[in-house]
């Protein structure tokens, strides 16, 4: 089935790195994304990766891929309190259309 | 990037009535859109893909002749929740698909309350 799980929560100090993981089921997913929501807004597309690829950088964010063990996780480095969030992580499938399946997401919390 | 916004962004309405929620792309056309469901603290859950002139897809468990979908040009789905009861509340998410990006966008969201 398809099924996509990450930790509900993190904490970390202003300044430091944020690591967010996420595991996930489907073998035959093309791409893997972390979106942001903010309360009570919608989902901002933070940064994805293509299945084929173990890692790609954007700015304080890193994105690392173990295909083989269908982990996906998100770095954050520098976390500012503004990064304070939910992020979810999600997978598209293939033949699926473009369906996307969503974590639960994990609420990162700053500490000034 | 591209817009999709949601008309309203919150909405309480009494048990029984109907409720119609607006998902438009402002500055790209969509033939695919997607209609979500957000419990508190949870993810999103996906109700539906809506298709540009032809019948919207549900997922499994996800009732068509509650929820009524509507995709009747390139820019605009409605969704609309029929005969609405207080478990029918909460936080729904449209997004829509630019195929030239291969990005799905997503709609601020739309808090429901039924009292």
């Known amino acids: 089935g398809e099924d996509v799980e990450q930790s509900l929560f993190l904490s970390v100090r202003e300044g430091d790195s944020s690591v967010i993981n996420c595991t996930y089921t489907?073998?035959?997913?093309?791409?893997l994304y972390w979106y942001k929501q903010e309360p009570g807004a919608g989902l901002q597309l933070l940064t994805y990766?293509?299945?084929?690829?173990d890692m790609k950088q954007d700015q304080r964010l890193t994105v690392l891929l173990n295909k083989k063990d269908k982990h996906l996780s998100l770095r954050i480095a520098d976390t500012q309190t503004g990064d304070s969030a939910i992020y979810f992580c999600?997978?598209?499938?293939?033949?699926?259309?473009?369906?996307?399946?969503f974590g639960a997401g994990t609420r990162l919390f700053v500490k000034a | 990037g591209a817009v999709v916004s949601q008309h309203p962004s919150r909405v309480i309405c009494k048990s029984g009535t109907s409720v119609k929620i607006e998902c438009r792309s402002l500055d790209f056309q969509a033939t695919t859109m997607f209609w979500y469901r957000q419990f508190p603290k949870q993810s999103l859950m996906l109700m539906a893909t809506s298709n540009e002139g032809s019948k919207a897809t549900y997922e499994q468990g996800v009732e068509k002749d509650k929820f009524l979908i509507n995709h009747a040009s390139l820019t605009l789905s409605t969704l609309t929740v029929t005969s609405a009861h207080p478990e029918d509340s909460s936080f729904y998410i449209c997004?829509?698909?630019?195929?030239?990006?291969?990005?799905?966008?997503f709609g601020p969201g739309t808090r429901l309350t039924v009292l």
């Open positions: 990766i293509f299945s084929n690829m």
């Open positions: 997004s829509a698909l630019r195929r030239d990006v291969n990005e799905q966008f």
């Open positions: 999600a997978e598209s499938i293939r033949g699926g259309g473009f369906k996307t399946i």
């Open positions: 489907d073998s035959s997913s093309t791409y």
